[in-house]
């Protein structure tokens, strides 16, 4: 994730925050389930999906 892409999320709500942190984490069960039944080509998406996961977390926590 580049940083100018790090800024604008800082600037998100904790609504915003956490909607996204949901819709990614249902992004990673259904990676999860393409890569279970061979549908998945790129599986560094499964990396970038967990480091999105751990950056809405973190900022939630700071918010809150």
Known sequence: MKPK???SLHQQ???QLQANLAKTQKDLVDLRLKLKTNQLKDTSQLKKARHQIAIFKTLIHKKS
């Open 13 to 15: 709500t904790l609504k």
């Open 5 to 7: 892409d790090k800024t």
